[in-house]
């Protein structure tokens, strides 16, 4: 089974950039699609962008279509999500998630990752 670990979690303001990154092991990377959720204080996870395993579709949550890019480098066994112009609202646990094939969702993935924390404040 793969294991993931993210990575790229800080504190940053409105308006601010960052980008994760989620390297896993035990597996071949290039066999799952792999998505990142987001869990903001209260709330249930949700996905905010799913990458197919040929890297050849994305899907974004409409809350961050425009401003998040995921991508991946199978070589190196590492997905990615680029954050840019970061809100309140993105504030959260930021987990990564592979699955067989196709796009993980909530109640069906393969594995998940431990999360990394986004905190945007001013």
């Known amino acids: 089974q793969l294991q993931l670990v993210e990575s790229g979690g800080d504190l940053v303001q409105p308006g601010g950039s960052l980008r994760l990154s989620c390297v896993a092991s035990?597996?071949?990377?290039?066999?799952?699609?792999m998505a990142w959720f987001h869990q903001a204080p209260g709330n249930e996870r949700a996905r905010v962008a799913c990458?197919?395993?040929?890297?050849?579709?994305?899907i974004y949550a409409a809350s961050v279509k425009g401003r998040f890019t995921i991508s991946r480098d199978n070589a190196k066994n590492t997905t990615y999500l680029q954050l840019n112009d970061l809100q309140i609202g993105d504030t959260g646990v930021y987990y990564c998630?592979?699955?067989?094939?196709?796009?993980?969702?909530?109640?069906?993935?393969?594995?998940w990752g431990q999360g990394t924390q986004v905190t945007v404040s001013s």
């Open positions: 990458i197919g395993r040929d890297d050849s579709a994305t």
């Open positions: 998630t592979a699955r067989i094939r196709s796009c993980p969702t909530t109640t069906a993935a393969d594995s």
């Open positions: 035990g597996g071949t990377l290039e066999n799952y699609a």
